[in-house]
C-alpha cells in the first residue's frame, strides 16, 4: 500500500514562496502520475498541478505561471515550487498518486 507523507507548508505573505514535498513509498512511483490539490474552506477540492512519468505537466489556470510541479523518481519525491503566492492559493494541500491514494494534506496560509 502506498503511503503519501507531505510538508513544505506554512504562513506566508502574500507575494513569498512555499515549496511543498510528498515523499511516497512503494516501488511503483516512477510509472504513476502525481499530482497536487487543495481544497479551500467551503470548497470543493480542486487540482492544481499534474505530472506524469514522462515529466509532462498541466496547471490550473488559477496558477499557471506562479507554480511548477517536479518529481525526483530516484527520491520518490514530488515538488510544488509555489511562487507569487496570493491569499486565494490559501488551502489544505494534497498529494495524490493517480488514482486513489492521497497524502495527509498540509496547510498553506497566505496573508494579505
Known amino acids: 500500500q502506498v503511503q503519501l507523507v507531505e510538508s513544505g507548508g506554512g504562513l506566508v505573505q502574500a507575494g513569498g514562496s512555499l515549496r511543498l514535498s510528498c515523499a511516497a513509498s512503494?516501488?511503483?512511483?516512477?510509472?504513476?502520475?502525481m499530482g497536487w490539490y487543495r481544497q479551500a474552506p467551503g470548497k470543493q477540492r480542486e487540482l492544481v498541478a499534474r505530472?506524469?512519468?514522462?515529466?509532462?505537466?498541466n496547471y490550473a489556470d488559477s496558477v499557471k505561471g506562479r507554480f511548477i510541479i517536479s518529481r525526483d523518481n530516484a527520491k520518490n519525491t514530488v515538488y510544488l515550487q509555489m511562487n507569487s503566492l496570493k491569499p486565494e492559493d490559501t488551502a489544505v494541500y494534497y498529494c495524490?498518486?493517480?488514482?486513489?491514494?492521497w497524502g495527509q494534506g498540509t496547510q498553506v496560509t497566505v496573508s494579505s
Open positions: 512503494g516501488s511503483i512511483f516512477s510509472k504513476n502520475v
Open positions: 505530472i506524469d512519468s514522462a515529466g509532462r505537466t
Open positions: 495524490n498518486l493517480f488514482p486513489g491514494s
